[in-house]
T-cell receptor, first 113, second 113 residues
Framework: NAGVTQTPKFQVLKTGQSMTLQCAQD?????MYWYRQDPGMGLRLIYYSASEGTTDKGEVPNGYNVSRLNKREFSLRLESAAPSQTSVYFC????????????FGPGTRLTVT | AQSVTQPDIHITVSEGASLELRCNYS??????LFWYVQSPGQGLQLLLKYFSGDTLVQGIKGFEAEFKRSQSSFNLRKPSVHWSDAAEYFC???????????FGTGTRLKVLA
């Protein structure tokens, strides 16, 4: 079992370019999340999907869109990248109840120049 | 709104010394509480969790945490730190009634040989 996988691991974009970060899980979990991690700010929730077919905004959704493609996959899209989106992005999953822990992917380090 | 506070941004301890990392939360009901560890360049890994029962919970790698309702705290402890414990530690709470988790800003632990 791979758990939670993310692609790519690293990416450099120029301002205004677009890209999609991919996340896949083989844990049969219902809920999936996208976070960004910035120094001194912990993890901030961008979007989440409580179950297949639903998505909701988190704390910092501006400049991002998401797609829950199926139960396994949850992608994060930057339509027009900005330097403020330079960050490390983590995908996470859980079985759907907040009494259960989250399982995290290895992260994508994104730099926007 | 619920929040999680980790008052110590950085902590330095000598190898073999005891460790306590602080976490305070604001929440009306009994929260679902988690501690995660993040090694450099890695995703987050669960150390331990609490949602009911015994207020002293044991986790992996020799860590434990104590839930104190009267102090709204969930501090992480280890009696003897190893050099491999150098990492960043995050406290989190599961927001009951939603699918969301709230993370503290993290505490970076440095271990001196």
């Amino acid at each position: 079992n791979a758990g939670v996988t993310q692609t790519p691991k690293f990416q450099v974009l120029k301002t205004g370019q677009s890209m999609t970060l991919q996340c896949a899980q083989d844990m049969n979990h219902n809920s999936m999340y996208w976070y960004r991690q910035d120094p001194g700010m912990g993890l901030r929730l961008i979007y989440y999907s409580a179950s297949e077919g639903t998505t909701d905004k988190g704390e910092v959704p501006n400049g991002y869109n998401v797609s829950r493609l199926n139960k396994r996959e949850f992608s994060l899209r930057l339509e027009s990248a900005a330097p403020s989106q330079t960050s490390v992005y983590f995908c996470a999953t859980t079985s759907g109840r907040v009494s259960n822990e989250q399982y995290f992917g290895p992260g994508t380090r994104l730099t926007v120049t | 709104a619920q929040s999680v506070t980790q008052p110590d941004i950085h902590i330095t301890v000598s190898e073999g010394a005891s460790l306590e990392l602080r976490c305070n939360y604001s929440y009306g009901a009994t929260p679902y509480l988690f501690w995660y560890v993040q090694s450099p360049g890695q995703g987050l890994q669960l150390l331990l969790k609490y949602f009911s029962g015994d207020t002293l919970v044991q986790g992996i790698k020799g860590f434990e945490a104590e839930f104190k309702r009267s102090q709204s705290s969930f501090n992480l402890r280890k009696p003897s730190v190893h050099w491999s414990d150098a990492a960043e530690y995050f406290c989190a709470v599961g927001e009951t009634g939603t699918y969301k988790y709230i993370f503290g800003t993290g505490t970076r632990l440095k271990v001196l040989a």
